[in-house]
């Protein structure tokens, strides 16, 4: 006998790919539901699927969403476009539009943010009005409530953000701490994990940039580079544990293995193994 652990996925994807076609082929109010108490509120709402206990049950004049799993688009009232597959996603949903969430309680309080895409447990679980973040991983995003512009990828990764826009972490808990700060880039483990409300920083390897808080402008590549900077600007570390020990310094420029390493003043140039 062939195993069949294959089968379902299949046939939901067929079956997914099949009703979008029939969306395109049916008249403007066809809808289907499978599942207790969905769609009850209906008014004139177009092209609508939902799979599940309660799921779209006050939709009004929403069309082409689809919901699939217990609750999900529980509260939508007039948002098109969106996509829920899991239980509570997108459940406070009203007017927000073309938004993507898969699992458990993805995308639950938001309201009339749009164009957002959350794959993982609790990811942008709390966004209510911010716009076209992508947070994949599970809690990824998970305090953002109006920050727009984010990409995170990676577990608790921009976790505790909130109105900070243009973010980008990659790595579990990259930029976790980050709550307003702006266009800061962070791949790897921990890479900016400290960061508040720091601006314009690229921290790129395990740790780099660990405990920056409030510093802006720095660049950040090696693993544990800059690694305790907390307040520091404008600096630039290459290497691993270049500029190791610079807090508060700036304008320093470490290129090297522990290049600049004990440094904590301003305006220093150190290249080469231990440089400076």
């Not at 927000?96 to 609790?122: D, E, M, P, Q, R």
């Not at 390897?205 to 800059?226: C, D, E, H, M, Q």
């Amino acid at each position: 006998m062939k195993s069949t652990k294959h089968v379902f996925p299949f046939l939901f994807q067929q079956s997914v790919f099949v009703y979008m076609l029939l969306l395109t082929s049916f008249p403007a109010t066809a809808q289907t539901l499978f599942g207790l108490g969905g769609m009850t509120n209906n008014a004139t709402n177009e092209r609508n699927l939902g799979l599940g206990y309660r799921t779209l049950i006050n939709n009004q004049t929403g069309g082409f969403n689809i919901a699939i799993g217990a609750e999900a688009l529980y509260s939508n009232a007039n948002g098109n476009y969106n996509t829920a597959v899991g239980y509570n996603v997108l459940w406070s949903n009203t007017f927000g539009h073309s938004n993507t969430g898969y699992g458990f309680n993805v995308l639950y309080t938001n309201t009339s943010g749009y164009a957002n895409t959350a794959i993982g447990f609790n990811a942008l679980i709390l966004n209510s009005t911010g716009n076209s973040n992508t947070a994949n991983g599970a809690e990824a995003l998970l305090s953002n409530t109006t920050g727009g512009f984010n990409t995170s990828s990676g577990f608790d990764s921009l976790h505790s953000n909130t109105t900070g826009n243009s973010n980008t972490a990659n790595g579990s808990f990259a930029l976790y701490k980050n709550t307003t700060g702006n266009y800061n880039t962070a791949t790897g483990v921990n890479a900016l994990y400290s960061n508040t409300t720091g601006n314009s920083n690229v921290g790129s390897g395990t740790g780099a940039l660990n405990y920056n808080t409030t510093g802006n402008y720095n660049v950040s590549n090696g693993y544990f580079a800059l690694y305790n900077n907390t307040s520091g600007y404008a600096n630039t570390a290459n290497g691993y544990q270049a500029l190791y020990k610079n807090t508060t310094g700036g304008n320093s420029t470490g290129l090297g293995y522990q290049a600049l390493y004990n440094s904590k003043g301003k305006f220093n140039i150190g290249i080469g193994y231990r440089g400076g």
